[in-house]
């Protein structure tokens, strides 16, 4: 099998890039979203296309709950959030505050390929 794994799925865009134009061929596409409000836009999006499954989680070294870092400026058409976010509190980006977080579950995305995926490349 082969799938198309999309860390931070945010809207969705490139998702549908890929399957539409990119990667058409992929078996299964995965996305990952913490921020719930995109979440839910992600599912209402995809809720018929049993090819892409996306989980409300940030991808992470370990399977916790940790602070998500949210961008300050309030763009009122994403639903006052931007779309760029980090788990790394000390992160300096123009548009991510350490005031301004959201709590989120993470997982130990390496745990995860090797929980989910086949494995023939295993040494």
Request: glycine residues 6%; hydrophobic residues 35%; positive net charge.
């Amino acid at each position: 099998m082969k799938y198309y794994i999309d860390l931070g799925a945010y809207l969705g865009e490139t998702i549908e890039k890929a399957v539409d134009v990119f990667f058409p061929h992929m078996d299964l596409y995965i996305g990952f979203e913490p921020v719930p409000l995109f979440f839910k836009k992600l599912e209402k999006k995809f809720k018929d296309n049993d090819k892409i499954k996306i989980y409300k989680t940030a991808v992470d070294i370990e399977t916790v709950v940790k602070k998500l870092y949210l961008g300050y400026k309030f763009p009122k058409r994403k639903g006052g959030i931007t779309k760029g976010s980090t788990l790394i509190s000390g992160k300096r980006t123009a548009n991510i505050s350490k005031k301004i977080y959201i709590e989120v579950k993470t997982i130990d995305f390496s745990k995860y390929v090797l929980d989910n995926f086949n494995n023939r490349y295993r040494r």
